[in-house]
């Protein structure tokens, strides 16, 4: 069903599609802040890098410590019903420092994840048939 050029092509794009949805977490989280709750919070940020190897590298910015395993818990979940995908998210560098604001001090956490591709289920169609 998939040639060897195609399965690349899909790999490829599977990745690009993930590192997108990765890009975007920022403004996803402030619309779901602002336009649905209409709140004025302050969400986590998401910064996404591709590395040689075609695996991300994820950094999460939060001023909620300690939420990190939620995120990599909803990530893996969200890359298997929303893509299809299994992904592996580990933890290579994870950072705490105080912030004095002007209501207070607060702690903000920095943490690395690096994503790979475990599998990924072509469920329809060749790249080739779109051609």
Request: hydrophobic fraction near 40%; glycine fraction near 6%.
């Amino acid at each position: 069903l998939f040639s060897g050029r195609s399965l690349v092509v899909w790999a490829c794009l599977i990745r690009l599609v993930l590192q997108g949805f990765l890009d975007n977490l920022d403004s996803l989280h402030y619309f779901i802040d602002h336009v649905v709750y209409k709140a004025n919070l302050r969400g986590p940020s998401f910064r996404c890098e591709e590395n040689p190897d075609g695996s991300l590298t994820l950094h999460y910015f939060t001023g909620r410590p300690g939420l990190y395993p939620i995120v990599r818990g909803v990530l893996r979940e969200v890359a298997r019903r929303v893509f299809n995908i299994d992904i592996s998210l580990t933890i290579t560098g994870r950072t705490q420092r105080s912030v004095q604001m002007a209501s207070g001090e607060r702690t903000e956490e920095h943490v690395i994840f690096l994503v790979k591709v475990i599998s990924k289920s072509i469920k329809s169609i060749s790249i080739d048939a779109l051609q």
